[in-house]
């Protein structure tokens, strides 16, 4: 019992520091400093409460307990991380981005298909794609190119639809202004077309890099070899070894938003004359 | 005439066209087994009989849109008619519960999906917009929270699924109500971005004007803020009603014995049957096509109303 009055006291005690920096002068640091304290502040009380309310580490372990769990199985993980993370998202991420980056080139001197695509594009997009990894698992085998398979198929079209629509960013005065300077497509297309639309091919490829891991990680629910963060997270599960349940979504917590980080800092580098991406006064 | 020729041409040929290939990897694909067969019998397939084979094969690697067709029907109205016929001269309610309580018809799977993914939009909805005013209206509470919101995104959370229905299973909650978590959550941040962005999407003079009429807080909130952030919401509605049906599609692989679309799809991958996957990712793609053009029907009308379109 002590310790759960403990939580709420830690409770209390993050969130008048954060009510105090709320009150400050506004800076940069206010909201990052803000966002560690709450996130500390949950942990302790995690922790706390699970102790101090003496729940079953089956049904939800304490932070510490997850922590060591990750060091303990550093290796297991590891295995899974590049198995999952490496083989099967990069990998789709890769093959998926690029093919659909080719397929909006080739359509793009096509004003029927561009039409005919796009509509259908976006009404794949919208379905869940995720079902289909059944069929590829059963198709691609239980290795990680089934994983990629479903990838592939989940990022192609919002990949597609975002650069079909990134070509068309250019307006008729700007690809005018093309023709009178006699720039062959090749020419425009490399010097201007393709650079007003990074900021949508970027956006998609942001999108993608979510949906990758997840695909990856979802179809190993229907089928894997054993390993992999997806065959783990369900297995752990059903044997109710939730500690490393926990690890492992922790690794993929972190892949994720790294692997977005990474994106998001490649399109800041790429498209650093974009008024989004200008200094915010 | 000239809009049907420019808008809906394209994409009708579009579409055969991925029918028509449809067909053709559906010979390349099964033709191993065809081949097989015919091995083993000792004959020589002409081209004919090889496509259809190909076309008729009872488990086929990739089933052409007909068998799907016929399984779908098979699975949804030829099972209602002959569940009917064959509880003849029983009392009429009796009759209706045996129909819908029947355990192979695919509809029952998708009113079972359906629920949970209404349950978890209604109840992730919800508390977005209730957080999202909370985070609007208190700095602090931006401060601290919007980060880990935005955070939340990019991590794969559908990695969760199997461990909340494992752990909510374990205290007795099962059925319904753990599916809907899922969806719930993964309706919830989409719902929450789209809400702070709205709820501050009104500008300076506006928001001077509203002080100029001296205008208090809630005044502000729900003659200016809410409305204004009405068109923000159904963006992040038709983003929240997909994901709440992926949610509880892949809820359904962890328990299956409950049944649903998603368990459907795994009993088709345990027994090897391919149309039976295929019907039920079509019974899910026509579901989440449906779900979000209600949504998106519900936004032209509404925005019509409220004066959004011109």
């Given amino acids: 019992m002590m310790l759960v009055i403990a939580a709420l006291f830690v409770w209390a005690i993050g969130w008048g520091i954060n009510i105090w920096i709320a009150r400050q002068k506004p800076g940069r640091w206010q909201s990052i400093v803000s966002a560690a304290i709450f996130g500390i502040t949950l942990i302790l009380m995690w922790e706390l409460i699970v102790r101090g309310l003496e729940v079953s580490p089956v049904i939800l372990p304490p932070p510490s307990m997850i922590f060591h769990a990750f060091v303990t199985n550093k290796m297991t993980l590891l295995l899974d991380f590049y198995q999952t993370f490496v083989w099967g998202a990069l990998t789709g991420y890769a093959i998926g981005c690029s093919a659909a980056f080719l397929t909006a080139l080739a359509i793009d001197r096509s004003d029927f298909l561009k039409r005919g695509l796009l509509p259908v594009g976006n009404f794949v997009a919208a379905l869940p794609i995720i079902g289909m990894a059944p069929i590829l698992v059963m198709w691609f085998g239980f290795g990680w190119e089934s994983k990629a398979a479903v990838v592939v198929i989940m990022i192609f079209f919002p990949m597609l639809v975002n650069t ?9 005065i700007q690809n005018d202004m093309m023709r009178t300077y006699s720039a062959t497509y090749w020419q425009s297309m490399f010097k201007m077309r393709l650079i007003a639309a990074a900021p949508f091919i970027f956006n998609g490829l942001k999108i993608s890099s979510t949906l990758a891991l997840i695909g990856a990680i979802v179809a190993e629910f229907f089928g894997s070899p054993i390993f992999g963060m997806g065959f783990r997270i369900s297995t752990g599960a059903g044997r109710l070894e939730l500690d490393l349940v926990w690890a492992e979504i922790v690794v993929a917590a972190i892949a994720g938003s790294a692997f977005y980080g ?8 790429a498209t650093f004359w974009h008024p989004s991406m200008r200094k915010q006064r | 005439m000239s809009g049907f020729r420019k808008n809906v041409w394209p994409v009708l040929v579009v579409v055969a066209v991925i029918i028509a290939l449809w067909y053709a990897f559906a010979v390349v694909l099964n033709s191993n087994w065809a081949y097989d067969k015919a091995k083993r019998g000792g004959y020589e397939l002409t081209f004919t009989e090889l496509v259809a084979d190909t076309w008729t094969q009872k488990k086929p690697r990739l089933p052409t849109p007909d068998q799907i067709g016929e399984e779908l029907w098979k699975s949804t109205g030829a099972r209602i008619i002959k569940k009917w016929d064959r509880t003849e001269g029983k009392p009429f309610w009796e009759r209706i519960a045996k129909v819908a309580g029947d355990p192979r018809n695919l509809l029952r799977h998708v009113w079972l999906t359906l629920s949970a993914t209404m349950l978890g939009f209604v109840f992730g909805t919800g508390l977005g917009i209730l957080l999202a005013v909370g985070i609007v209206h208190n700095k602090a509470m931006n401060n601290s929270v919007m980060p880990w919101v935005i955070t939340s995104q990019t991590i794969p959370i559908l990695a969760l699924a199997p461990m909340i229905i494992v752990v909510l299973n374990s205290i ?3 059925g319904l109500v753990p599916k809907s978590i899922i969806s719930a959550y993964l309706s919830f941040f989409p719902v929450v971005v789209g809400m702070v962005k709205g709820l501050r999407s009104p500008d300076a003079m506006q928001l001077d004007q509203m002080r100029t009429w001296s205008g208090n807080k809630s005044q502000v909130f729900w003659k200016l803020r809410l409305p204004s952030s009405v068109p923000y919401l159904f963006t992040s ?4 009603v997909a994901a709440s049906l992926v949610g509880a599609i892949v809820g359904e692989l962890t328990i299956s014995q409950n049944g649903g679309l998603g368990a459907r799809m795994l009993q088709g991958s345990y027994v090897g049957t391919t149309i039976l996957i295929w019907a039920a990712l079509i ?5 989440a096509a449906v779900l979000v053009s209600i949504v998106g029907q519900t936004e032209t009308v509404v925005k019509k109303r409220m004066g959004f379109v011109k």
């Fill in chain 1, 262 to 269: 990474l994106v998001a800092l490649g399109e800041r580098a």
């Fill in chain 2, 172 to 174: 007795g909650v099962s």
């Fill in chain 2, 237 to 240: 509605l038709k983003i929240g």
């Fill in chain 1, 164 to 172: 079909v629509q990134g070509l068309s960013a250019t307006d008729s």
């Fill in chain 2, 283 to 287: 019974a899910a793609a026509t579901l």
